[in-house]
Protein backbone atom coordinates (compact mmCIF):
# COMPACT_ATOMS: atom_id res chain seq x y z
CA UNK A 1 0.00 0.00 0.00
CA UNK A 2 1.31 3.29 -0.83
CA UNK A 3 2.06 5.35 2.36
CA UNK A 4 -0.18 8.42 0.77
CA UNK A 5 -2.92 6.29 1.28
CA UNK A 6 -2.22 5.14 4.95
CA UNK A 7 -1.30 8.79 6.21
CA UNK A 8 -5.10 9.46 4.72
CA UNK A 9 -6.22 7.30 8.09
CA UNK A 10 -8.13 8.05 11.57
CA UNK A 11 -5.39 6.82 12.86
CA UNK A 12 -1.62 8.05 13.08
CA UNK A 13 0.90 6.30 11.34
CA UNK A 14 3.20 4.03 13.38
CA UNK A 15 6.43 3.95 11.07
CA UNK A 16 10.34 1.94 12.29
CA UNK A 17 13.51 1.98 10.62
CA UNK A 18 15.73 -0.43 10.75
CA UNK A 19 19.01 -0.33 8.99
CA UNK A 20 20.42 -3.61 6.83
CA UNK A 21 22.98 -5.47 8.99
CA UNK A 22 26.37 -6.28 7.71
CA UNK A 23 26.24 -10.10 7.54
CA UNK A 24 23.69 -12.85 6.68
CA UNK A 25 23.37 -13.71 10.14
CA UNK A 26 22.68 -10.05 11.29
CA UNK A 27 19.81 -10.10 8.32
CA UNK A 28 18.49 -13.17 9.82
CA UNK A 29 18.24 -11.53 13.56
CA UNK A 30 16.90 -8.35 11.92
CA UNK A 31 14.16 -10.59 10.05
CA UNK A 32 13.05 -11.93 13.76
CA UNK A 33 13.35 -8.55 14.93
CA UNK A 34 10.75 -7.16 13.24
CA UNK A 35 8.34 -10.49 12.99
CA UNK A 36 8.50 -9.55 16.71
CA UNK A 37 6.69 -6.22 15.87
CA UNK A 38 4.20 -7.42 13.82
CA UNK A 39 1.65 -7.20 17.03
CA UNK A 40 2.50 -3.73 16.53
CA UNK A 41 0.82 -3.76 13.59
CA UNK A 42 3.64 -0.96 12.38
CA UNK A 43 1.81 1.02 9.49
CA UNK A 44 5.10 0.57 7.77
CA UNK A 45 8.87 -0.72 8.50
CA UNK A 46 11.68 0.99 6.12
CA UNK A 47 15.45 0.43 5.66
CA UNK A 48 18.00 2.82 5.08
CA UNK A 49 20.44 2.57 2.17
CA UNK A 50 23.65 2.17 2.90
CA UNK A 51 27.43 3.78 1.31
CA UNK A 52 27.71 0.84 -1.00
CA UNK A 53 28.56 -2.70 -1.78
CA UNK A 54 26.52 -5.78 -0.09
CA UNK A 55 24.39 -3.45 2.31
CA UNK A 56 22.61 -2.14 -0.40
CA UNK A 57 21.84 -5.66 -1.67
CA UNK A 58 20.24 -6.51 1.59
CA UNK A 59 18.00 -2.96 1.70
CA UNK A 60 16.41 -4.14 -1.20
CA UNK A 61 15.72 -8.28 -0.12
CA UNK A 62 14.27 -6.97 3.52
CA UNK A 63 11.85 -4.63 1.98
CA UNK A 64 10.87 -7.10 -0.24
CA UNK A 65 11.04 -10.21 2.33
CA UNK A 66 9.16 -8.28 5.04
CA UNK A 67 6.47 -6.76 3.01
CA UNK A 68 5.56 -10.40 1.52
CA UNK A 69 6.55 -12.39 3.78
CA UNK A 70 5.67 -11.56 6.77
CA UNK A 71 2.67 -8.64 5.30
CA UNK A 72 4.47 -5.79 6.99
CA UNK A 73 4.19 -2.68 4.17
CA UNK A 74 7.88 -1.33 3.49
CA UNK A 75 9.53 1.51 2.40
CA UNK A 76 13.06 1.53 0.62
CA UNK A 77 15.26 4.46 1.13
CA UNK A 78 17.65 5.11 -1.59
CA UNK A 79 20.65 7.54 -1.93
CA UNK A 80 22.50 9.69 -4.46
CA UNK A 81 25.90 8.43 -3.16
CA UNK A 82 28.07 6.95 -5.93
CA UNK A 83 25.48 6.11 -8.41
CA UNK A 84 24.68 7.58 -11.95
CA UNK A 85 21.60 7.86 -13.26
CA UNK A 86 21.78 4.14 -15.10
CA UNK A 87 22.59 3.03 -11.56
CA UNK A 88 19.84 4.84 -9.86
CA UNK A 89 17.48 3.43 -12.09
CA UNK A 90 18.12 -0.28 -12.78
CA UNK A 91 17.90 0.17 -8.68
CA UNK A 92 14.16 1.31 -8.98
CA UNK A 93 13.37 -1.39 -11.75
CA UNK A 94 14.04 -3.82 -8.93
CA UNK A 95 12.71 -2.25 -5.75
CA UNK A 96 9.45 -2.07 -8.48
CA UNK A 97 10.03 -5.78 -9.79
CA UNK A 98 10.08 -6.84 -5.73
CA UNK A 99 6.43 -5.32 -5.58
CA UNK A 100 7.80 -2.44 -3.42
CA UNK A 101 5.60 0.75 -3.55
CA UNK A 102 7.35 3.50 -1.62
CA UNK A 103 10.85 4.84 -2.04
CA UNK A 104 12.44 7.53 0.38
CA UNK A 105 14.44 9.35 -2.00
CA UNK A 106 17.51 11.19 -0.24
CA UNK A 107 20.28 12.40 -1.40
CA UNK A 108 22.84 10.71 1.14
CA UNK A 109 25.84 12.05 3.11
CA UNK A 110 29.03 12.31 1.78
CA UNK A 111 31.42 9.20 2.05
CA UNK A 112 33.83 9.23 5.32
CA UNK A 113 36.30 11.52 4.70
CA UNK A 114 35.31 13.70 2.67
CA UNK A 115 34.14 17.38 3.59
CA UNK A 116 31.52 17.95 0.88
CA UNK A 117 29.16 16.01 -1.51
CA UNK A 118 30.29 15.06 -4.89
CA UNK A 119 27.73 13.98 -6.99
CA UNK A 120 28.97 10.67 -9.02
CA UNK A 121 29.32 10.99 -12.68
CA UNK A 122 26.55 11.18 -14.80
CA UNK A 123 24.19 11.39 -10.99
CA UNK A 124 22.78 14.14 -8.60
CA UNK A 125 23.82 16.50 -6.74
CA UNK A 126 20.15 16.69 -4.53
CA UNK A 127 17.44 14.73 -3.66
CA UNK A 128 14.98 16.93 -5.51
CA UNK A 129 16.65 15.51 -8.75
CA UNK A 130 16.28 12.03 -7.52
CA UNK A 131 12.59 12.53 -6.82
CA UNK A 132 12.04 14.73 -10.18
CA UNK A 133 14.02 11.43 -11.94
CA UNK A 134 11.43 8.96 -10.73
CA UNK A 135 8.80 11.24 -11.51
CA UNK A 136 10.01 11.89 -14.88
CA UNK A 137 11.07 8.06 -15.61
CA UNK A 138 7.20 7.07 -14.50
CA UNK A 139 8.72 5.00 -12.00
CA UNK A 140 4.93 3.75 -10.06
CA UNK A 141 6.69 4.78 -6.38
CA UNK A 142 4.73 6.71 -3.74
CA UNK A 143 8.19 9.12 -3.00
CA UNK A 144 8.91 10.84 0.48
CA UNK A 145 11.96 12.97 1.43
CA UNK A 146 13.58 14.25 4.11
CA UNK A 147 13.23 17.16 6.31
CA UNK A 148 15.11 18.70 9.35
CA UNK A 149 13.23 20.78 12.03
CA UNK A 150 16.40 22.31 13.25
CA UNK A 151 18.29 22.88 9.48
CA UNK A 152 20.41 20.38 7.45
CA UNK A 153 23.55 20.90 8.99
CA UNK A 154 25.22 21.87 5.64
CA UNK A 155 22.19 24.24 5.23
CA UNK A 156 23.62 28.52 6.09
CA UNK A 157 20.07 28.19 7.84
CA UNK A 158 17.08 27.72 8.01
CA UNK A 159 15.08 30.07 5.76
CA UNK A 160 17.61 28.55 3.14
CA UNK A 161 16.96 24.93 3.93
CA UNK A 162 13.32 25.53 3.84
CA UNK A 163 13.24 27.02 0.51
CA UNK A 164 15.18 23.90 -1.10
CA UNK A 165 12.85 21.52 0.98
CA UNK A 166 9.84 23.15 -0.80
CA UNK A 167 11.63 23.12 -4.58
CA UNK A 168 12.19 19.05 -3.19
CA UNK A 169 8.37 18.98 -2.60
CA UNK A 170 7.27 20.28 -5.63
CA UNK A 171 9.46 17.74 -7.68
CA UNK A 172 6.88 15.40 -6.44
CA UNK A 173 7.25 14.12 -2.95
CA UNK A 174 4.01 12.82 -1.06
CA UNK A 175 5.10 12.86 2.27
CA UNK A 176 8.15 14.08 4.37
CA UNK A 177 9.54 12.31 7.21
CA UNK A 178 11.81 14.55 9.90
CA UNK A 179 15.28 13.86 11.09
CA UNK A 180 15.51 13.43 14.50
CA UNK A 181 15.17 15.69 17.07
CA UNK A 182 14.23 15.93 20.86
CA UNK A 183 12.25 19.01 21.36
CA UNK A 184 8.99 19.80 20.28
CA UNK A 185 10.02 23.26 20.27
CA UNK A 186 12.08 22.16 17.36
CA UNK A 187 9.56 20.70 15.25
CA UNK A 188 6.09 22.82 15.29
CA UNK A 189 7.64 26.04 13.93
CA UNK A 190 9.14 24.38 11.56
CA UNK A 191 6.03 22.61 10.40
CA UNK A 192 4.43 26.15 10.50
CA UNK A 193 7.16 28.07 8.50
CA UNK A 194 6.86 25.02 5.83
CA UNK A 195 3.07 25.48 5.46
CA UNK A 196 3.75 29.16 5.36
CA UNK A 197 5.81 28.24 1.92
CA UNK A 198 2.85 26.04 0.67
CA UNK A 199 4.53 22.71 1.80
CA UNK A 200 1.29 21.63 2.15
CA UNK A 201 2.23 16.98 2.46
CA UNK A 202 2.10 15.46 5.49
CA UNK A 203 5.25 15.56 7.99
CA UNK A 204 5.49 12.67 10.06
CA UNK A 205 8.36 13.77 12.97
CA UNK A 206 11.38 11.04 13.70
CA UNK A 207 11.88 10.39 17.02
CA UNK A 208 14.55 8.42 19.10
CA UNK A 209 14.44 7.07 22.22
CA UNK A 210 18.10 7.22 23.94
CA UNK A 211 19.28 3.95 24.75
CA UNK A 212 22.87 4.85 24.67
CA UNK A 213 24.47 7.86 25.92
CA UNK A 214 27.72 7.88 23.80
CA UNK A 215 25.88 6.61 20.82
CA UNK A 216 23.45 9.54 20.74
CA UNK A 217 25.91 12.14 21.28
CA UNK A 218 27.68 10.86 18.37
CA UNK A 219 24.56 10.52 16.58
CA UNK A 220 23.65 14.26 17.56
CA UNK A 221 26.93 15.53 16.37
CA UNK A 222 26.87 14.23 13.10
CA UNK A 223 23.33 14.71 11.92
CA UNK A 224 23.06 18.04 13.50
CA UNK A 225 20.11 17.70 16.45
CA UNK A 226 20.44 19.21 19.66
CA UNK A 227 19.96 17.53 23.08
CA UNK A 228 18.11 19.77 24.72
CA UNK A 229 19.64 20.96 28.63
CA UNK A 230 16.81 18.86 30.48
CA UNK A 231 17.33 15.84 28.63
CA UNK A 232 21.07 16.23 28.90
CA UNK A 233 20.65 16.83 32.51
CA UNK A 234 18.78 13.72 32.93
CA UNK A 235 21.16 11.33 31.08
CA UNK A 236 24.26 12.88 32.70
CA UNK A 237 22.61 11.54 36.12
CA UNK A 238 22.18 7.91 35.21
CA UNK A 239 24.95 8.03 32.76
CA UNK A 240 26.63 4.27 34.49
CA UNK A 241 23.54 2.60 34.82
CA UNK A 242 22.48 1.38 31.50
CA UNK A 243 18.99 0.74 32.27
CA UNK A 244 18.58 3.31 33.90
CA UNK A 245 19.56 5.79 30.78
CA UNK A 246 17.24 3.54 28.91
CA UNK A 247 14.25 4.23 30.81
CA UNK A 248 14.85 7.58 30.61
CA UNK A 249 15.13 7.83 27.18
CA UNK A 250 11.95 5.79 27.16
CA UNK A 251 9.98 8.32 29.73
CA UNK A 252 11.61 11.46 26.90
CA UNK A 253 10.30 9.76 23.77
CA UNK A 254 6.70 8.86 25.57
CA UNK A 255 6.29 12.57 26.39
CA UNK A 256 7.76 14.06 23.42
CA UNK A 257 5.33 11.68 21.30
CA UNK A 258 2.19 11.99 23.41
CA UNK A 259 2.38 15.80 22.82
CA UNK A 260 2.98 15.22 18.82
CA UNK A 261 -0.47 13.19 18.67
CA UNK A 262 -1.87 15.57 21.06
CA UNK A 263 -1.39 18.57 18.31
CA UNK A 264 -2.47 16.44 15.53
CA UNK A 265 0.79 15.05 14.14
CA UNK A 266 -0.55 12.23 11.18
CA UNK A 267 1.96 9.76 12.77
CA UNK A 268 5.70 9.18 14.24
CA UNK A 269 8.70 7.41 12.80
CA UNK A 270 10.80 5.88 15.29
CA UNK A 271 14.63 5.49 14.38
CA UNK A 272 15.07 2.17 15.77
CA UNK A 273 18.98 1.53 15.56
CA UNK A 274 17.94 -2.22 14.86
CA UNK A 275 17.13 -2.22 19.06
CA UNK A 276 13.13 -2.24 18.69
CA UNK A 277 12.58 -2.89 22.76
CA UNK A 278 12.57 0.76 23.60
CA UNK A 279 10.66 1.80 20.64
CA UNK A 280 8.42 -0.90 21.81
CA UNK A 281 8.44 0.59 25.24
CA UNK A 282 7.38 3.75 23.98
CA UNK A 283 4.76 2.23 21.94
CA UNK A 284 3.33 0.30 24.75
CA UNK A 285 2.94 3.38 26.51
CA UNK A 286 1.47 5.03 24.09
CA UNK A 287 -1.27 2.37 24.15
CA UNK A 288 -1.19 2.83 20.40
C1 LIG B 1 14.27 10.35 7.50
C2 LIG B 1 15.70 10.28 7.06
C3 LIG B 1 16.18 9.08 6.50
C4 LIG B 1 17.50 8.99 6.04
N1 LIG B 1 17.93 7.82 5.51
C5 LIG B 1 19.19 7.71 5.04
C6 LIG B 1 19.66 6.52 4.43
O1 LIG B 1 18.93 5.54 4.31
N2 LIG B 1 20.93 6.48 3.95
C7 LIG B 1 21.77 7.57 4.05
O2 LIG B 1 22.91 7.49 3.60
N3 LIG B 1 21.36 8.72 4.63
C8 LIG B 1 20.09 8.82 5.12
N4 LIG B 1 19.67 9.99 5.69
C9 LIG B 1 20.61 11.12 5.84
C10 LIG B 1 20.61 12.03 4.59
O3 LIG B 1 21.07 11.32 3.47
C11 LIG B 1 21.52 13.22 4.90
O4 LIG B 1 20.95 14.05 5.87
C12 LIG B 1 22.01 14.01 3.69
O5 LIG B 1 23.06 14.87 4.13
C13 LIG B 1 20.96 14.90 3.04
O6 LIG B 1 20.04 14.17 2.37
P1 LIG B 1 18.70 14.88 1.77
O7 LIG B 1 18.01 13.86 1.02
O8 LIG B 1 17.99 15.59 2.85
O9 LIG B 1 19.40 15.93 0.79
P2 LIG B 1 18.91 17.25 0.05
O10 LIG B 1 17.46 17.44 0.12
O11 LIG B 1 19.55 17.22 -1.29
O12 LIG B 1 19.57 18.40 0.94
C14 LIG B 1 20.95 18.33 1.30
C15 LIG B 1 21.50 19.75 1.49
O13 LIG B 1 21.53 20.42 0.23
C16 LIG B 1 20.79 21.62 0.29
N5 LIG B 1 20.16 21.79 -1.02
C17 LIG B 1 19.13 21.12 -1.54
N6 LIG B 1 18.86 21.53 -2.78
C18 LIG B 1 19.78 22.50 -3.07
C19 LIG B 1 20.03 23.32 -4.20
N7 LIG B 1 19.29 23.24 -5.31
N8 LIG B 1 21.06 24.20 -4.14
C20 LIG B 1 21.85 24.29 -3.01
N9 LIG B 1 21.63 23.54 -1.93
C21 LIG B 1 20.63 22.66 -1.94
C22 LIG B 1 19.80 21.44 1.44
O14 LIG B 1 19.38 22.68 1.98
C23 LIG B 1 20.64 20.63 2.41
O15 LIG B 1 21.50 21.44 3.13
C24 LIG B 1 18.36 10.12 6.18
C25 LIG B 1 17.88 11.31 6.75
C26 LIG B 1 16.57 11.39 7.19
C27 LIG B 1 16.07 12.67 7.81
Same mark, same amino acid.
Given at each position: ????????????? !?? #??? #??? $??????????????????????????????????????????????????????? +???? !????? @? %????????????????????????? $????????????????????? *??????????????????????????????? +??????????????? %?? *??????? *?????????????????????? !????? /????????????????? /???????????????????????? /??????? +?????? +??? @??? /??????????????
Amino acid at each position: MRIKDLLGGAKPV !VS #FEF #FPP $KTDDGVEKLYRAVEALKPCRPSFVSVTYGAGGSTRDRTLELVGRIKHELGIETMA +HLTC !VGASQ @T %QLAATLEKLAAAGVENVLALRGDPP $KGEASFLPAEGGFSHASQLVA *FIRREGYPFCVGAACYPEGHPEAPDLTADLA +HLATKVEAGVEFLIS %QL *FFDNQDF *FPFVRRARSLGIEVPILPGLMP !VTNVS /QVQRFTKMCGARIPQEL /QRRLSIVERDPAAVVAAGVYWTTV /QAQQLLD +HGVPGL +HFY @TLN /QSSATLAVHAALGL
